[in-house]
């Protein structure tokens, strides 16, 4: 990130951008409250991380994707996975927009972009828990990266995949990142068995299942061999790793689910339908 952006960029954070990832808990708690003590290495990692994502995600996005002109971010926060995006020239988006609730983290997802000279990319602040501000069948691509974990409530969940199924084109694709639930420890808070133990103002994960419902209709793509692919590039490890059988087992001890969905082409996209079927989801 260019200069003067960056230190525009590490102001923004030194004031609270990114500090909050919870916005719908019913008590102010942990990670949803904003505050101002942050560490450096967290504002170090945060000011990479548009070339963390263009080091492990975009790659897999460009392979599977290929060339959109249309790409939503969802839960942007400071826009590292949304210019990352937009600046993938395999992807060639005429336009990526990244959206958040959070006031400050869209301001510094806007100086970001500027640092990076990502025209291509625009942000919008949202309300939490109302439909996306986008109509049907808009978009060629969803992301919704380290966002489903921060939501508190298994309805509330339901509801935003209902959004995004709704806004995704037909033939499209969503991609869903949210940190794998089958560990020791939850991954953000580090509390031991957090994503089976909810706690108000604390994240925890989904279960395959458990997304594989929310996302009923959609086809998933198998993106694990391709996963542990590079993965064994990256350290130097034997080809016969990526087989389907080792790569699918492998992919269980790795800290992320990643989740590659595509929406057939007779998908209903109505509002109606998809909210129905929301509401039909968090009854079960």
């Not at 995704?168 to 990142?177: E, L, S």
């Not at 057939?264 to 039909?280: D, F, I, L, Q, V």
Request: proline share 7%.
């Amino acid at each position: 990130m260019r200069e003067p952006y960056q230190t525009q960029f590490r102001k923004l954070l030194c004031e609270g951008a990114a500090v909050q990832d919870i916005h719908d808990s019913p008590t102010s708690a942990g990670y949803a409250v904003t505050h101002t003590h942050v560490a450096e290495p967290w504002i170090t990692r945060e000011i990479r991380r548009v070339e963390s994502h263009q080091a492990h995600l975009i790659p897999l996005l460009e392979n599977f994707v290929g060339t959109v002109p249309s790409i939503l971010d969802v839960g942007c926060s400071t826009g590292g996975t949304t210019v990352a995006l937009g600046l993938s020239r395999v992807l060639n988006a005429r336009e990526v927009i990244g959206v958040d609730p959070n006031k400050q983290s869209i301001a510094a997802a806007r100086v970001r972009a500027q640092g990076y000279g990502a025209d291509n990319t625009r942000f919008v602040e949202i309300d939490v828990g109302v439909p996306l501000p986008f109509p049907d069948s808009q978009f060629h691509l969803i992301t919704c990266v380290s966002v489903l974990e921060f939501i508190s409530s298994p309805k509330a969940r339901a509801f935003l995949a209902s959004e995004l199924i709704r806004t995704t084109r037909p033939g499209g694709f969503i991609f869903i990142a949210t940190p794998n639930p089958f560990r020791l420890r939850e991954h953000h808070s580090r509390r031991f068995f957090g994503d089976f133990r909810p706690r108000d103002g604390y994240p925890w994960s989904s279960t395959p299942t458990q997304i594989q419902k929310m996302f009923r209709g959609l086809n998933c793509i198998n993106t694990g061999r391709f996963v542990i692919g590079e993965m064994a590039n990256r350290f130097g490890l034997p080809r016969p790793l990526t087989l389907p059988p080792v790569s699918v087992l492998l992919c269980w001890l790795l800290p992320w689910q990643k989740i590659l969905l595509q929406k057939r082409e007779n998908s209903e996209t109505g509002c109606g339908a998809m909210r129905g079927r929301a509401e039909s989801l968090t009854e079960r």
